[in-house]
């Protein structure tokens, strides 16, 4: 089992339209988790960390369920700007700053 | 402006060749990465340093090697025992503190086998 799944999509969404999807993670001992925004043939960037209680960050809703060991992300009103691939990230509880990856979920909006 | 540069953008190996990808960072992060990213897959960690004169194998380190003689820099060699070099590369560093697990990267130089 991979220690970060994520679905690869692609979520076909229509421009203002809301899209969301899962991560789970399979190390109950992991603290951080984040979301990052990769476009296609660049680097990853950090969209956002998400947190216990969950967070908002915009458009952007990040959710932690640690009882399922998933973590979610939902995009309201979608843009054509949001369309990217999403990377599920999860740190590697038994080492200081090392990080999991999942392989991404991608997201297309179309007009 | 503060960042991660990584050159070249686009490299060509040769069969039986080493090559050096660089990645230099001006934020004053003492860890530096390196990840492979293949088509449909996560980014896997090559190796990584948490300070400098000092490294460790990340999960995929056979056929690559790294130095870090300065903060500031962690170059990568694609040696010739690499079978299957050809992939995107990736430079991340994290900064102390607090926010010491978030990884910012650099643009990435791609490697193809000629």
């Known amino acids: 089992r991979k220690e970060v799944e994520q679905d690869p999509g692609p979520f076909n969404v229509p421009e203002g339209a809301t899209v969301a999807f899962n991560c789970t993670y399979s190390?109950?001992?992991?603290?951080?988790f984040f979301w990052y925004r990769q476009d296609c043939r660049k680097e990853p960037k950090l969209l956002m960390s998400?947190?216990?209680s969950g967070n908002e960050d915009g458009r952007f809703t990040a959710q932690l369920n640690r009882a399922s060991q998933y973590i979610s992300l939902l995009i309201r009103d979608s843009k054509l700007s949001d369309s990217a691939t999403y990377l599920c990230?999860?740190?590697?509880?038994?080492?200081?700053?090392?990080?999991?990856f999942g392989a991404g979920t991608q997201v297309v909006v179309t007009p | 402006d503060g960042g991660i540069t990584q050159s070249p953008k686009y490299l060509f190996r040769k069969e039986g060749q080493n090559v050096t990808l660089s990645c230099e960072q001006n934020?004053?992060?003492?860890?530096m990465y390196w990840y492979r990213q293949d088509p449909g897959q996560g980014l896997r960690l090559i190796y990584y340093?948490?300070?400098?004169?000092?490294?460790q194998k990340g999960d995929i380190a056979e056929g690559y090697s790294v130095s870090r003689e300065k903060k500031e820099s962690f170059p990568l060699t694609v040696t010739s025992a690499q079978k299957n070099p050809t992939a995107f590369y990736l430079c991340?560093?994290?900064?102390?503190?607090?926010?010491?697990?978030?990884?910012?990267f650099g643009a990435g130089t791609r490697l193809s086998v000629l």
């Open positions: 998400v947190y216990s």
């Open positions: 934020l004053n992060h003492d860890a």
């Open positions: 990230v999860v740190n590697k509880a038994d080492s200081w700053g090392k990080l999991q």
């Open positions: 340093s948490q300070i400098v004169n000092d490294f």
């Open positions: 190390n109950s001992a992991s603290q951080s």
């Open positions: 991340a560093s994290t900064p102390t503190g607090g926010a010491r697990n978030i990884q910012y």
